[in-house]
């Protein structure tokens, strides 16, 4: 299988790595390529890294025919997610829904087969309305979702199950929990941010900022893993699945994983400054089943042991530095 991933980032790169680490050679695509970093994750003589835009449909186009590509990993989101949809809405949508329809596009007329897009357990979380019970013949039938990331992430997945019910494709739509895991370069997500700035803050000596909110998180090795196989799994049978770690975790669970990390690390429980949107905390944990059912999915890191892995890389990078 000759996979192209869209999105050379914090969980494109560990998409690139299981499957290197397979015998794979995969084509990596992102609008603006970061090599030093993504050279931290992957070896970079083990894959193709090539400049292409979501937003131009060609390149995408152009890739999958001069690469020989049989199934694509669409991974680009607009940067922050939902604090980037709330401040940029425009761009979010043009990014995240447009930017999908052209690597759908791309795959139709080529005759690819599979398509895996990233989606989030935002979904599952952020919500409101549904007060008619289903009721499709009431305006309220259904729950909506609250903000502009969101929303773009539900017409991506609504989007995608119809390019495959009508054009013969197999289509996943993975529901990622918050993301964290190691990346040095540009964007990664504000999620993920979050826990990287608190682990430097913690081994800095200084005061780390735990985010006050209970959420939901995946490690991103784990999303890497369940994505790639949504990619290999014979029939995907449901389009949707959560990869996620499978609980909610408190700002005081944070806490005992940042301190678990960076033993004596002091602390302090708030919403970190321009990284965060206000939004309820998260009360149910997203179920697992399907995924475990069809992909054969099983979350490997809780927060502590993600936690425990970026600072061991944190404490690496610092002293090749």
């Not at 794979?24 to 030093?36: F, K, S």
């Not at 939902?82 to 809405?89: I, V």
């Not at 494709?169 to 964290?180: D, W």
């Not at 780390?208 to 890497?224: G, H, I, N, Q, T």
């Given at each position: 299988?000759?996979?192209?991933?869209?999105?050379?980032?914090l969980?494109?790169?560990?998409?690139?790595?299981?499957?290197?680490?397979?015998?794979?050679?995969?084509?990596?695509?992102?609008?603006?390529?970061?090599?030093e970093?993504?050279?931290?994750i992957?070896?970079?003589?083990?894959?193709?890294?090539?400049?292409?835009?979501?937003?131009?449909?060609?390149?995408?186009?152009?890739?999958?025919r001069?690469?020989?590509?049989?199934?694509?990993?669409?991974?680009a989101?607009?940067?922050?997610?939902?604090?980037?949809?709330?401040?940029?809405?425009?761009?979010?949508?043009?990014?995240?829904?447009?930017?999908?329809v052209?690597?759908?596009?791309?795959?139709?007329a080529?005759?690819?087969?599979?398509?895996?897009?990233?989606?989030?357990?935002?979904?599952?979380?952020?919500?409101?309305?549904?007060?008619?019970?289903g009721?499709?013949?009431?305006?309220?039938?259904?729950?909506?979702?609250?903000?502009?990331?969101?929303?773009?992430?539900?017409?991506?997945?609504?989007?995608g199950?119809?390019?495959?019910?009508?054009?013969?494709?197999?289509?996943?739509?993975?529901?990622?929990?918050?993301?964290?895991?190691?990346?040095?370069?540009?964007?990664?997500?504000?999620?993920?941010n979050i826990?990287?700035?608190?682990?430097?803050q913690?081994?800095?000596?200084?005061e780390?900022?735990?985010?006050?909110?209970?959420?939901?998180?995946?490690?991103?090795?784990?999303?890497?893993?369940?994505?790639?196989?949504?990619?290999?799994?014979?029939?995907?049978?449901?389009?949707?699945?959560?990869?996620?770690?499978?609980?909610?975790?408190?700002?005081?669970?944070?806490?005992?994983?940042?301190?678990?990390?960076?033993?004596?690390?002091?602390?302090?429980?708030?919403?970190?400054?321009?990284?965060?949107?206000?939004?309820p905390?998260?009360?149910?944990?997203?179920?697992?089943?399907?995924?475990?059912?069809?992909?054969?999915?099983?979350?490997?890191?809780?927060?502590?042991?993600?936690?425990?892995?970026?600072?061991?890389?944190?404490?690496?990078?610092?002293?090749?530095?």
């Amino acid at each position: 299988m000759a996979i192209l991933i869209v999105g050379a980032g914090l969980v494109g790169s560990q998409i690139a790595r299981i499957l290197a680490e397979g015998g794979e050679r995969p084509v990596l695509m992102d609008h603006a390529p970061q090599p030093e970093a993504l050279g931290e994750i992957v070896e970079l003589s083990r894959v193709d890294l090539i400049e292409g835009d979501v937003l131009r449909p060609l390149s995408i186009v152009e890739a999958i025919r001069e690469r020989g590509i049989t199934a694509v990993i669409h991974t680009a989101a607009n940067p922050l997610l939902t604090l980037g949809g709330q401040r940029d809405p425009y761009g979010a949508i043009q990014l995240n829904i447009m930017g999908t329809v052209n690597v759908l596009e791309a795959a139709r007329a080529c005759g690819l087969k599979r398509v895996v897009v990233s989606s989030s357990n935002v979904l599952n979380h952020f919500l409101v309305g549904g007060e008619a019970g289903g009721d499709t013949t009431r305006e309220e039938a259904f729950p909506r979702p609250s903000t502009f990331y969101a929303a773009t992430k539900q017409a991506v997945e609504s989007i995608g199950l119809n390019y495959a019910r009508w054009n013969g494709m197999q289509f996943a739509a993975m529901r990622y929990g918050a993301v964290a895991g190691p990346w040095s370069g540009r964007g990664g997500g504000g999620p993920s941010n979050i826990v990287l700035s608190a682990l430097r803050q913690a081994l800095s000596g200084g005061e780390a900022v735990v985010p006050a909110a209970s959420l939901e998180w995946v490690y991103a090795k784990d999303a890497a893993m369940a994505t790639v196989l949504a990619v290999r799994a014979p029939d995907l049978k449901s389009g949707v699945f959560n990869a996620t770690m499978g609980r909610i975790v408190s700002a005081q669970e944070f806490a005992a994983a940042l301190q678990a990390a960076v033993p004596g690390a002091r602390y302090r429980i708030e919403t970190p400054a321009r990284t965060a949107v206000a939004l309820p905390n998260m009360e149910r944990a997203s179920d697992l089943r399907l995924a475990r059912e069809v992909l054969g999915y099983k979350p490997a890191y809780d927060m502590a042991a993600a936690m425990a892995e970026i600072a061991a890389w944190l404490r690496g990078r610092a002293g090749n530095a």
